[in-house]
């Protein structure tokens, strides 16, 4: 029924209800349709390959039959405690997110961080402090933001968790991970992150936020820094993975 | 239901109806533009006004689609708040003296021997001060007692011309006056809010001055703080035949350059994003306060805004919501600006850019800065085409090259420029290198546009464009662009593109003749058409004096002919060779087809018109000499010259003074004649009457004696004067012409404009149109 009564309203009624989406119009991500509110256009909304039924119990990613990890996690340990994941990384999504890391579509970080944050709520994580994986200073300043930040920003409202952004950081440039095999990805974000503020974090539980997780080694790595550094637990969380 | 996307179904205009603001913003313009155009009663419009909020709350209550009725809202907003602005009268009467305490608003100008002020009293509005050689300067802020007798400018005083009255409401300016130095009382200085802005323009003004050669100094104030008052006009002329007048209007490449800038700068102190971005845009705010706010500046600073807010708090950035936002700000803070040409042109290239770009570089077979450069160059150009040859008067050909020349040079120019002033306030020999390297570059692109404009066809003369064909070329374009979709769209363009092509060069054609007294200053010129002649009689005054950028050919004449779609003369009566009836001639030639020049006696060593005759020949005009007795038949109208005779007498009374008939009305040109040559040609017992008479050298008491007008017997004299040191027109000739005829004076009708069909005679006044 109120879908109804809003299908009928034209959507220049809803700026007397908000009058920010005068100067910043919501549109559909995916299509371009313009929105009253929300991020994507109901149609679209269907597309999204959201993550769902049975999950491997560690990374987080979907399972046809109905065992509890997935090979990978059986196969290799991880340093997180637990990683949980929004959507599948498939071909559609992989140009959203590539539109949300370089080109400015940085808005994107809030419909994202609604998700990510409603998934975590569910997962029911005990953490103390969000910490995004840092970008190397040189990299932010070519794209202008880190895309994890974001995330972890909005997420830290949502659910009224402090992040700390200063705790974790990138000493080393390394290359992007993407089109690398699994081992050369674990040498290349090798002894890259280092913690700089220790007291803050020790004995706390944390929360990481990252865009993606494939292998799972630049969370890997993170995770072994911040338990290095006393660090009680680490859960994760990602926008997709790509398992 | 009533939905807005229903209508515009077949007119996808997808980047409007996406955005809410844009809708808001059009109505309101539509509605400042009906309001300009109809003037409707104030009262009225306040309740309709009312009345469509009161529905639309109903509505709204009711739980209804309100999108048309939001609209309508704003229209009537628009319609009623305009006119708010549109009909404020001048506080002051014409010609009446005031004791006013008044505030200097704004720096002074300094040009020469004259210095201008915009005073404003307390509670009143401003008023535009000229002083003369006056040695002293008062500041922004300080107040004068000042004894003044006001004037209230001019309007539109030729059809199409420029429209003073206009331009200085818009200014918030409502007088003129001159005054001395004895008239002015200082009494005080007040500090206020304004007061830091105009002091850093200052301050950067004083800077520049100090540490560069005068043209560059002035090219960089231009740039930096958009004071073109001391540009010189011939460079300011070759940007705008090259089509790139828009790098020196502060717009959106200023601020972004500033802005890459101040972020380079802030980089050092390590802020937070939202700290940087609030300090970058507090700058740049300051800047656009500094600058004076223009439209194009605070246009581009409230586009910086949304962009840079919009990142901040991760907003969906919609950059087209942002240019609406802007055009709506400005023109409620003065709806005026919609009918500024710094507006026009800077929305419409911006839009034209966000809406083209993409679909141009998609067109264009190679990537990189070259690509970019001439798809933005021509997206730009593709949106304001009409508009600047409509304020322009010609079609910048070599556009491209040089925006691809010289746009990238001026961002170094800028930046360097800043740094130049932050070195040169601390101490001014660290910046030497910097002043040193700009005024080169300077140099060099003042030189290279110079080039540019000088070349063959650089900027083709163009009439003004008709409103059809201005709506046409935007409906071409709109559909060539697909926001418009038709059916048979190949069609209907090539009809358009047809039109716009025959509408661009159409002459209207004249079934009676029509006779047009410009209002040149002190100085004759008129213009007869009938059928496709044009006939030019005299041009006006000042080939450009140093001093003074102001030329009456170039700024008074030429405008007047290509905004009344004259674009070539058939032939040019020159009465004699005195400035004030050849000076416009010059530029005119240079610029317009003149097919013949006729001139009475040929002048002794007259440097002027040594000048023309050198153009006139390498520009392939005859020149020829007329005396009494010949005649020249053009088309249905014939002249027979009754002046120079054989005697050889001074300037003015060899004038040329001829009969021009068309069927049964005569028309009396005179020249300068004066008390000799109207005898002389009594003398020769001529026939002499006419209906309309152009009063002999400016209505001056030597002319016009009672002998002559009793031979004469005009129905109608038309006197040719402006502001003049001579005492023209004299009063007693003035008392003695009411005698015989009705008398019109271009100084107070501004374009005396004759209709005849050859047997009846229709006289118009343009000020009277407008009710000066």
């Known amino acids: 029924m109120e879908t109804a009564k809003t299908e009928r309203l034209s959507y220049l009624n809803y700026f007397v209800k908000n009058i920010s989406s005068l100067i910043f119009p919501h549109h559909c991500a995916l299509c371009g349709k313009p929105l009253e509110e929300g991020y994507f256009c109901e149609d679209c909304c269907k597309k999204l390959p959201f993550i769902e039924g049975n999950t491997c119990s560690v990374c987080g990613c979907e399972l046809i039959d109905g065992s509890e990890m997935c090979d990978e996690c059986t196969n290799s340990m991880h340093y997180f405690y637990k990683n949980i994941s929004v959507f599948k990384y498939t071909s559609e999504f992989s140009t959203m997110v590539y539109r949300f890391k370089y080109h400015k579509d940085r808005h994107l970080a809030r419909p994202f961080a609604e998700f990510m944050a409603e998934k975590i709520k569910k997962a029911n994580f005990p953490v ?3 910490i995004p994986v840092p970008l190397h200073p040189e990299k932010e300043e070519e794209r202008g933001y880190n895309q994890s930040f974001l995330l972890a920003r909005h ?8 992040v700390l952004n200063d705790v974790l950081v990138r000493d080393i440039y390394t290359n992007s991970q993407t089109g690398l095999k699994k081992d050369r990805r674990r040498e290349n974000v090798c002894g890259a992150f280092s913690v700089k503020n220790r007291l803050a974090v020790d004995s706390k539980i944390i929360l990481l936020i990252d865009d993606i997780l494939t292998t799972g080694s630049t969370m890997d790595e993170c995770s072994r820094v911040l338990l290095d550094n006393g660090v009680k637990r680490v859960y994760s969380a990602t926008l997709a993975t790509g398992r | 239901m009533l939905s807005v996307q229903k209508y515009l179904k077949n007119i996808s205009f997808e980047f409007i109806y996406r955005r809410p603001l844009f809708y808001i913003c059009i109505a309101y313009i539509a509605g400042i533009v009906i309001s300009y155009t109809f003037r409707p009663h104030l009262i009225a419009q306040i309740v309709l006004f009312a009345t469509a909020v009161i529905i639309s709350l109903f509505t709204y209550l009711k739980r209804q689609d309100i999108t048309v009725l939001i609209l309508l809202d704003v229209m009537f907003f628009g319609i009623f708040y305009s006119m708010l602005f549109f009909n404020v009268n001048s506080m002051y009467e014409s010609g009446r003296e005031y004791v006013l305490d008044v505030m200097v608003y704004d720096s002074p100008m300094i040009e020469d021997y004259r210095t201008s002020y915009i005073v404003k009293p307390e509670k009143g509005q401003a008023i535009l001060l000229n002083v003369y050689n006056s040695n002293k300067i008062y500041k922004y802020g300080d107040t004068l007692r000042i004894r003044v007798k006001t004037e209230i400018p001019k309007g539109e005083t030729n059809p199409g011309g420029f429209n003073y009255r206009d331009y200085l409401k818009k200014k918030g300016i409502y007088a003129t006056a001159s005054i001395s130095e004895k008239d002015i009382l200082y009494i005080g200085h007040k500090i206020d809010i304004r007061t830091p802005f105009i002091n850093s323009r200052e301050w950067i003004e004083n800077i520049i001055n100090k540490l560069y050669p005068g043209k560059e100094a002035a090219f960089l104030n231009s740039l930096i703080i958009g004071d073109r008052t001391d540009l010189e006009s011939d460079v300011e002329d070759s940007f705008i035949n090259t089509g790139i007048i828009h790098a020196l209007a502060i717009s959106g490449l200023h601020v972004n350059i500033l802005l890459l800038f101040i972020f380079y700068v802030l980089k050092l102190f390590k802020l937070s994003e939202v700290k940087r971005n609030i300090t970058a845009l507090s700058f740049i705010g300051f800047y656009t306060l500094t600058v004076g706010a223009m439209p194009s500046v605070t246009r581009a600073f409230i586009m910086a805004a949304v962009v840079l807010i919009g990142n901040t708090y991760d907003e969906e950035i919609d950059v087209l919501s942002g240019i609406a936002l802007a055009a709506f700000i400005i023109l409620f803070i003065n709806p005026l600006n919609l009918f500024d040409i710094g507006f026009q042109l800077s929305f419409g290239a911006t839009l034209a850019i966000l809406l083209i770009y993409r679909k141009l570089s998609g067109l264009i077979p190679f990537k990189g800065y070259i690509a970019d450069a001439v798809s933005s160059t021509i997206s730009a150009e593709i ?10 008067f010609r079609l910048p050909v070599y556009s491209l090259l040089a925006n691809l020349i010289i746009v990238p040079l001026i961002p170094v120019i800028f930046v360097l420029g800043i740094i130049s002033i932050i070195l040169g306030s601390i101490f001014w020999p660290m910046s030497y290198i910097f002043v040193f390297l700009n005024t080169m570059l300077i140099r060099l692109s003042i030189a290279i546009t110079g080039q540019i404009s000088s070349l063959p066809y650089s900027a083709i003369p163009m009439q003004r464009p008709y409103i059809a064909v201005i709506a046409a070329y935007y409906i071409f374009v709109f559909i060539s662009l697909g926001f418009i979709k038709i059916s048979y769209d190949r069609y209907v363009s090539a009809c358009l593109a047809l039109f716009i092509f025959l509408g661009i060069y159409f002459e209207p054609i004249c079934r009676n003749m029509n006779i047009t007294f410009i209002d040149v200053g002190q100085g004759d010129s008129s213009l007869i058409r009938h059928g496709r002649t044009k006939i030019l009689v005299d041009a006006g005054g000042s080939v450009k004096s140093k001093g003074s950028d102001f030329d009456v050919g170039e700024d008074v004449l030429i405008p007047f002919l290509l905004s009344n779609h004259v674009t070539s003369i058939d032939v040019v009566f020159v009465s004699h060779t005195d400035n004030d009836h050849m000076g416009g001639l010059l530029p005119l030639i240079e610029k317009m087809k003149v097919k013949h020049i006729f001139l009475g006696e040929e002048p002794e060593n007259n440097a002027l018109f040594n000048r023309l005759k050198e153009t006139a020949r390498s520009k392939n005009i005859p020149i020829s000499y007329l005396k ?9 109208i014939n002249i027979q010259v009754l002046n ?7 300037v003015n009374n060899t004038s040329l003074v001829f009969k021009l008939s068309y069927k049964d009305a005569d028309v009396l040109y005179t020249g300068d ?14 026939d002499l009457d006419a209906d309309i008479l152009k009063v002999a050298h400016h209505g001056s008491s030597t002319s016009s004696t009672r002998v002559f007008l009793d031979k004469v017997k005009p129905a109608v004299s038309i006197i040719s004067v402006g502001k003049n040191n001579y005492g023209h027109p004299d009063d007693e000739v003035l008392l003695r012409l009411s005698e015989y005829s009705r008398v019109y004076r271009t100084d107070n009708d501004g374009a005396v404009i004759i209709n005849t069909d050859g047997k009846y005679i229709k006289v118009k006044s343009w000020s009277d149109k407008y009710g000066l």
């Not at chain 2, 120079?644 to 001074?650: I, T, V």
């Not at chain 2, 004649?673 to 001529?686: H, R």
């Open chain 1, 155 to 162: 997420i830290s409202k949502i659910l009224d968790i402090p």
């Open chain 1, 128 to 130: 103390d402090f969000i």
């Open chain 2, 383 to 392: 949106g304001v085409l009409p508009v600047s040859i409509y304020y322009f």
């Open chain 2, 673 to 686: 004649i004066e008390m000799k040559g109207e005898a002389d040609m009594l003398k020769s017992d001529m």
């Open chain 2, 628 to 636: 009494r007795g010949d005649r020249v038949s053009l088309g249905k």
């Open chain 2, 644 to 650: 120079p005779s054989e005697n050889k007498e001074d």
